[in-house]
């Protein structure tokens, strides 16, 4: 039997896939439901009425208001709840029908709340809050060809059109209408994956909505709403530089009360980040983030543009502001005991002085000006998950880290998984810096274990029930991740076999632990040539399977080759034999110049892949045996160092820095150097302490190429520590010089700002152990000869 509550609308085409999951999810209370099928060719009208849906069908006229207003004269409930068939029930459903008959008379639009997963894994949803339940045959219709919005009698009393519906994109939240500010929040809470990037990529809504929204502006011309949903498509479809040129457009036209600002503002901000226009991003929020002192998204934003800008007290600030705008907020976790806990945290770091020209409005020293509840309008942001609790405290901790508040860091991670127990960067973030705190690694799985036991017990914010084995599973991942792969393949063998590893990824730790026969006896396990599992492996899979034969010295199945693609056979069979030590290295002199060639072309290009994987898994002498062999039959394969200095380089990012420095300097005495690999050294040299040294290979980085800009960086840095030093010994001789003490002041200041400028290699907790490793010579071979 039919409520006569609540009924469904919805337009479909071709939706197969979501909609038995969506009217699934609304089974239970039996809602009246309408939906519009605009030319499915699929099964969607039979799914429908499956569920005892009405269906209507109309042709697709490049009009959803059209198409939406179609159902509503219909309706026989008291109200309409609008959905899209990739959105569904997650909680609230029971709470609503109890919320409804409760409504006063005067109400008659609802807000309810959506998460729109923008990425598969946790806290990787936007929150919105849309009007999509309202009163029926109150003279509510749909007005606009895309993000249609709902108006009444045409008009808002003001004159105004009235509008409330919005949608979201794979990475920037748009919306589909006008914020509903002041509309009461419904009980019900839906999740939309429609715009996951994989879904995206199987269709072409981005292009339809495109194709639409151009109609409008050729229409209204310039009409800012129409602009901003312009560039947040172009965000869909990957390109950024004509996303920007909307946005601008859209802000210097959209008036300050546009309830869709403030989400334009964001959406803005983020382009401009991903762009690397830092400075346009810096000006628009200092600015901007005054005016919605309690959108948390755009203080997460000012402080990862004011980290790339080196300003980092004043970001890790701004980080704390955003966690701090959930205090007040209905369902607030932040009492006053986190308050206290983060306000103690990294005080040293953040009560700093700034910079007094820095921004156009100054922001306040005081903490607590940073955590005093600023005075707003109640507002409805569109807001990524977890940007005023787990992100902003994972941000916080990477930034103390990065300090040297290891101890502080590690509390910060610890806070963030207290609100989001499966985020995934906080459990990493917390396995590094134990690691850096110089912890071993069964301490610092004992610590990961005790955290999951604490965290596990409290609710995530994300949808769906988080079980013993997936907390587990990240905290294998965490220990993986800093390079304690013995511990987390022991906590494997334990009793917690039910916990889900990828084979790929345990042979992959097996490599990286050096465990290689035990590597080699997984392979033959799991990969069974009879069943033809090796057939759909991914390139670097199929690198990992074949390394694991090698290092046990063995060669590679003929299998295993014919999964390759066909240009790179010829190139695998010359690598079997290459490394078969029972054939001598040789080249085939029976075939043709042409195909020696090729084929020799091919086994260069596979050999860079498989020296790149046998250096992340730490096989180094493997890879040093490689080269020297790939060098006897391709005279050319190291021609004016290029093969060197791409070696070195493969070597020090993975934390390889002695073994890297071998290649270099061997390649330097020979003239070999290109800009990357003089920054590279000057790198190894400025950490070492000898600025003067440093400063010479950054310059000659320079001369190489005068855009480097992490050895123009560098070089600035070193400058500053030179004059810095000057003026210490100037002190020493007149240590009550104001003036003196002033310079000293202003530029170590100078220099905080220029070292926080994200200019030097990274290194975790895995290229930091392959630091203090062991590590193979690679002086490769003299070409003076």
């Known amino acids: 039997m039919q409520n006569r509550l609540l009924g469904i609308h919805m337009i479909v085409q071709n939706e197969e896939h979501h909609l038995a999951r969506c009217l699934d999810s609304f089974k239970s209370i039996g809602s009246e439901c309408f939906i519009t099928d605009t030319g499915s060719t699929d099964r969607t009208p039979e799914i429908a009425r499956h569920y005892g849906a009405t269906v209507l069908h109309t042709r697709w006229e490049d009009d959803f208001a059209y198409a939406r207003n179609i159902s509503l004269p219909l309706a026989s409930t008291e109200w309409i709840l609008c959905l899209d068939a990739d959105e569904h029930v997650i909680q609230g459903l029971e709470e609503l029908l109890d919320y409804l008959p409760k409504v006063h008379k005067s109400v008659s639009r609802l807000r309810i709340t959506i998460e729109n ?30 993000h249609e919005q709902l108006v009444r009698g045409g008009t808002r009393d ?82 950024i530089e004509l996303a920007a040129e909307a946005f601008t457009e859209s802000f210097l036209h959209t008036p300050l009360h546009a309830p869709y600002r403030s989400t334009l503002v964001r959406d803005y901000a983020k382009v401009l980040l991903a762009m690397g226009r830092y400075d346009e991003g810096h000006w628009l929020l200092a600015v901007e983030r005054q005016r919605y002192a309690g959108y948390a998204d755009l203080h997460l934003i000012y402080g990862e543009i004011l980290e790339q800008q080196g300003l980092e007290e004043r970001a890790y600030k701004s980080y704390a502001r955003a966690a701090n705008c959930r205090e007040g907020s209905k369902g607030s976790d932040l009492k006053n005991n986190r308050k206290a806990e983060i306000r103690g945290i990294h005080q040293k770091t953040i009560e700093q002085k700034d910079d007094p020209e820095s921004d156009v409005i100054r922001e306040s020293n005081s903490l607590d000006d940073i955590y005093r509840e600023p005075n707003r309008i109640d507002r409805h942001y569109v807001t990524d998950m977890g940007c005023d609790s787990y992100k ?28 989001e127990v499966t985020y995934a960067p906080a459990w990493t973030g917390l396995a590094d810096v134990l690691q850096q705190s110089g912890e071993t690694d069964e301490s610092i799985a004992e610590t990961l274990l005790a955290r999951w036991k604490e965290h596990s017990t409290t609710t995530s914010t994300g949808p769906g029930v988080v079980t013993r084995e997936d907390g587990l599973t990240h905290v294998v991942h965490a220990l993986a991740s800093s390079g304690a792969y013995g511990q987390a393949l022991k906590l494997l063998h334990g009793v917690d076999r039910n916990i889900r590893i990828r084979h790929e990824e345990y042979l992959y730790w097996l490599l990286c632990a050096n465990r290689v026969s035990e590597a080699l006896q997984y392979v033959r396990n799991q990969w069974s040539e009879e069943l033809g599992e090796v057939k759909n492996l991914q390139p670097e899979q199929r690198v990992d399977l074949a390394l694991t034969c090698w290092v046990n010295e063995l060669s590679v199945s003929d299998s295993l080759v014919a999964t390759a693609e066909p240009q790179e056979r010829e190139g695998w069979i010359m690598m079997n034999d290459l490394l078969d030590v029972r054939e001598q290295v040789h080249v085939e002199d029976n075939r043709d110049e042409k195909t020696v060639h090729q084929t020799l072309q091919a ?6 892949n498989i020296l790149i994987r046998a250096v992340k898994t730490g096989q180094l002498a493997f890879a040093r045996k490689l080269y020297e062999k790939m060098v006897v039959i391709n005279p050319d394969y190291d021609k004016g160092g290029v093969h060197s200095r791409w070696m070195a380089a493969v070597l020090y990012r993975q934390g390889y820095t002695m073994a890297a420095a071998d290649l270099l300097i061997q390649c330097m005495s020979q003239g070999d150097l290109d800009a990357e690999s003089f920054f590279y050294l000057g790198e190894a040299v400025y950490a070492k302490g000898h600025y003067e040294q440093a400063l010479i290979l950054f310059q000659q980085a320079l001369e190489k190429d005068s855009e480097q800009r992490q050895a123009r960086a560098g070089a600035a840095v070193c400058y500053m520590r030179l004059a810095l030093g000057v003026i210490r010994q100037e002190l020493t001789r007149s240590p009550t010089d104001k003036v003196l003490m002033a310079q000293q002041t202003v530029l170590e200041q100078q220099l905080r700002t220029a070292e926080g400028i994200p200019w030097r290699t990274v290194f975790h907790a895995r290229e930091r152990r392959n630091q203090l490793a062991d590590q193979a010579h690679f002086i490769m071979h003299d070409r003076e000869g």
């Open 117 to 146: 997963q923008i990425g598969e894994g946790a806290g990787e949803s936007v929150i919105f809050q849309p009007v999509r339940l309202f009163r029926a045959h109150q003279g509510y219709r749909y007005a606009g060809r895309i």
């Open 158 to 239: 003001g004159g105004e059109q009235e509008g409330d519906d919005q949608d979201m994109n794979d990475s920037f939240a748009y919306e589909k209408g006008w914020i509903a500010e002041h509309e009461p929040l419904a009980p019900l809470r839906l999740v939309h994956d429609g715009y996951l990037p994989s879904t995206i990529a199987k269709g072409d809504k981005p292009l339809r909505n495109l194709k639409l929204l151009q109609q409008e502006l050729a229409d209204r011309p310039g009409q800012p709403f129409h602009l901003y949903n312009v560039g947040v498509t172009y965000c869909q479809l990957g390109n």
């Open 392 to 419: 902003a405290y994972t941000a916080m901790g990477r930034l103390a880290q990065k300090r040297g508040f290891l101890q502080e860091s590690a509390h910060l991670y610890s806070l963030a998984l207290g609100s």
């Open 603 to 608: 086994a260069t290009e596979l050999s860079k």
